[in-house]
């Protein structure tokens, strides 16, 4: 087929990949450069760095809502749009443009976790499976009939990051398989009733409550890795947490105190207690919670949180 792709991040590529392989992308969408980094230098996106390594045209709007896109579009004439994290809802126009309609993949089992950010909250709400799923778009929010799905199991010290990179494959092989299929599937309306939402993460969903389970806690800090990152205050500053562990156990402190387990300082929580494993003191590089307690010198009693 005559693919027009549309995504932006890492997330994307594995699909851009097989696109390459087994059909024929006639152009690439992605987001216009970003400033990154300290020297906020202006940055590709990496599905453009990849469009352009494979000598496709790339088209960078800053809204596909302004007058003019959906022709630009069609003279690419081609048979369907493929929708990977592009981050921009499409106009009905845009969708139009395609002689068989566009399809999203989406990181989750619509219609669960609709949104920005479906692998971060599926972590963060404590889910035990997810998965991916091809869909017609319309002009609603990840609301489009559904085309296939194909489900996983999320492993129990599995992050945000390491999630996104099984499912970025697992969505490549879904999208492959309905394309083949494209003439026989027949698309299945979503239940609105059981959806939920996942909205892009902000820097504050990275906060850590030390009063809540440390169950509830260890998984926004998956959930929020690799973006924000889990934070509490400490001293010296702001502390992230980067990998942790649940302990069962009754409340041994105030939540936020270090209390001594086992030959190893945790942290109390409203239930239970959290073993940091990694962490990132503030303007410092990511180490083991061990060296960053002897280099903070904190022993039992020490708070981390609001005082």
Known sequence: MRVLFYGTPE??????????????VVAVVTQPDRPAGRGRRLTPPPVKVRALAAGLPVLQPARLRDPGWDVRLRAFAPDVAVVVAFGQILPRAVLEVPARGSINVHASLLPRYRGAAPIAWAIIRGERETGVTTFLMDEGLDTGPILLQRATPIHPEETAGELAARLAVLGAELLLETLARLDTLVPRPQDPAAATLAPRLTREDGALDWRRPAV????????????????????????LLWRARALAGPAE?????????????????????????????????????????RGARLGAGARLGPP
Do not use: D, K
């Not at 997330?11 to 024929?24: D, K, V």
């Open 11 to 24: 997330f994307a590529l594995p699909t851009l990949e097989a696109l390459l392989r087994h059909h024929t």
């Open 253 to 293: 402190a105030p939540p936020g105190t270090l209390v001594a387990r086992a030959g190893e300082l945790v942290v109390a929580a409203g239930e239970g207690a959290v073993l940091p494993l990694e962490v990132q003191p503030e303007n410092r590089r990511v180490m083991t919670w061990g060296e960053y307690l």
């Open 216 to 239: 509830e806690l260890v998984n926004r800090v998956r959930g929020c890795n690799p973006w924000p990152g889990a934070f509490t205050a400490a001293p010296g500053g702001r502390l």
